[in-house]
């Protein structure tokens, strides 16, 4: 089974193995996940070819009809993935050491797949978040135990997803120190001090 995105058209060949087919006589169709899609072809005798193009995530049936019979080695299934570019994550704000982090990543309707995600601590530890799904909306979470720069990686099908891997700049709160300077303001004028 080929595997394709939805965006990009599917090219076939049709070779014919005898010169007695009669053109007319030929048809193809494709089927996908909610019915029938538009196929354009073109063909010669010696054979053909044309494309396809998937409009949802799937499988495809491409089938070659001569005289109305299915064609040996038909069907043919094309499994269309989403294009994982449409998939969105908005980043992570700066968390505070032992806080929980979620990740929360919108789909934006391409569905049909895994989606995984793994927050690497700055030393390189890697920790698997599990992932929850509700209308499309995939949530994650995990405790950072380290401070600096954690990179989270979300990925689709194990195809990341675009931006990822993502930065999460995590910070010690006991470690913050706090400088506050108090200024001291002369106190307000009274009546003795304007007149006199």
């Keep these: 089974m080929a595997t394709i995105s939805p965006a990009a058209g599917v090219p076939f060949k049709i070779d014919f193995l005898t010169k007695e087919v009669v053109l007319s006589e030929i048809k193809v169709q494709v089927h996908g996940p909610t019915g029938p899609v538009r196929v354009d072809f073109d063909l010669s005798p010696r054979g053909g070819k044309g494309v396809f193009v998937p409009d949802e995530v799937g499988i495809y049936e491409l089938t070659v009809l001569n005289e109305d019979e299915v064609v040996e080695g038909c069907p043919v ?4 993935l989403p294009d994982v570019s449409k998939i969105m994550f908005s980043g992570i704000d700066p968390c505070a050491l032992g806080s929980i982090v979620e990740v929360v990543i919108n789909s934006n309707g391409v569905g049909g797949g895994d989606i995984d995600v793994t927050a690497y601590s700055p030393t390189g530890r890697g920790l698997v978040c599990p992932v929850k799904v509700e209308d499309g909306v995939y ?16 990925t689709y099908d194990e195809e990341h997803i675009q931006g990822s891997p993502f930065t999460c700049h995590v910070y010690d709160p006991h470690s913050l120190k706090y400088s506050c300077h108090l200024l001291r303001c002369p106190s307000p004028p009274t009546e003795k001090t304007r007149l006199g």
């Excluded at 299934?77 to 269309?80: N, S």
């Excluded at 949530?139 to 979300?154: H, K, L, M, N, R």
């Design 139 to 154: 949530a994650a979470t995990f405790q950072p135990d380290e401070a600096g720069e954690w990179s989270i990686a979300v």
């Design 77 to 80: 299934k094309v499994r269309a």
